[in-house]
Structures are given as C-alpha cells and as structure tokens.
C-alpha cells in the first residue's frame, strides 16, 4: 500500500503528516518509497533550487493549512510546502544521501526569509508557525537558540481573548502541542480557557474538526 498522491503534492505531505499525528507507525519500505517521491519534487538547480514543484492541475485548487485554515497567497502556498516537505522528510527519518542534500536545500530556501527570524505580516506569519514546528524537530542549525527566540515573541501577539492577533488559531495550538518548551506551555495556559469551551460544543464529523477535535484534547492534556 502506498500513501503517494501520484498527482498531489499536498495531499502526499497531508497524509503522511495525518499518520504522525495519529502516532500510526510506517513501514519502512512505505516511508523510504515516500520521501524518494518527495524529493523527486524538488528543484535542484537554478534559482528555484530547494523548493518543491506542485502539479498543474494543484495550483488550480484552495490551498489549506493541515488544520484546515486556507492559504491566500502564491508565497504562502510556496513556502508551506518547502517547510511542510522538509518537516515530512525529518519525520520520514531516511538517512538517505539524496534525502539529506535535500532537506539541507530546503533550509538554505528558508535562512533568507522574514519568517525564519519570526514575522507577522500577512500570511509570513503562517509561515513563522510552521517553520516553529519545523524548529521542534531539531536537526535545524541552532535549531534550541531559534525556537526559544521565536516562541519568546509570541505573547506580544496575544489579543487578551484566549488568541493571537490575526494568526491561524489551530494552527497555533497545533504547534503549541508539538512544542516541548516552557514558552510553548505559558501560551497553552494563556489559550486554556478558549479550549475549555471548543470541548465542549458539537463538532461536525469531517476530517478537519476531527484533526481540531483531536488538537483541543492535546492542548487539554498537557494542562
């Protein structure tokens, strides 16, 4: 069985980060034949070196967050599947050379921009979320000293309600539960009173409020 969406980068990137998130172990063949086809996806020279190619017939369709915010901009949707594929690739664990120089690449993309040093405009701030949750993996140069610098920015966004100004709600406490920093927790103490009440309402059945659902019960556990 593959997990490969011969058509769909995005959708390749989803489901294998679905099963980490459920904690659903892959066979090492599966995660060997994933992060090969990844990878095949990957600019390796020219100016575009580094980033990941979507399909055609992808940039036709809304991009969404794994939480399911959507994406706006042509530069977010870039920049999501740099990050998102690099993490995917981390996670996948192949101590493959090509698999290595690739991940390596994909950093060197994201050194020159604004969200590696934290940004909050437009949807860069989306983007500092994700290379927050990229920094949880290690593997990142000073990868301990950015998250810890990145995190610490955070509270200045909080708008006093149990949120942050103008930032992907479930994507943030997504990151916040894969974060293991004592910053990472004053924000889920912060947002608990928000997660209290989204526990208890009515969730519809599909397989983002479940993605929600199962985030919120996260957020609950660690407090």
Request: overall charge neutral; proline content about 5%.
């Amino acid at each position: 069985m593959s997990i490969v969406h011969p058509a769909s980068l995005a959708d390749t990137l989803d489901i294998t980060s679905e099963a980490y998130f459920n904690d659903s172990p892959l066979p090492s063949p599966l995660r060997q034949e994933t992060a090969m086809w990844i990878i095949s996806r990957q600019v390796q020279s020219g100016a575009n070196a580094g980033y990941f190619i979507p399909f055609a017939a992808e940039t036709e369709t809304r991009a969404r967050l794994f939480t399911g915010e959507l994406l706006h901009t042509n530069l977010a949707r870039r920049h999501i599947q740099l990050i998102e594929a690099a993490r995917v690739l981390r996670l996948l664990g192949i101590e493959h050379p090509a698999v290595v120089h690739s991940i390596r690449m994909a950093y060197q993309c994201m050194d020159t921009m604004c969200y590696s040093q934290f940004c909050a405009k437009g949807e860069c701030k989306v983007l500092t979320i994700a290379y927050l949750r990229l920094l949880s993996l290690d593997g990142v140069p000073d990868s301990v000293a950015r998250l810890a610098s990145l995190l610490a920015r955070l509270s200045d966004y909080r708008d006093g309600r149990g949120k942050w100004n103008s930032f992907p709600y479930f994507y943030m406490l997504l990151m916040l539960t894969e974060v293991n920093h004592p910053l990472a927790g004053q924000e889920l103490e912060y947002t608990l009173p928000v997660c209290n009440k989204l526990s208890s309402q009515v969730w519809p059945s599909d397989s983002i409020s479940k993605r929600r659902q199962a985030i919120i019960t996260h957020v609950l556990a660690r407090s």
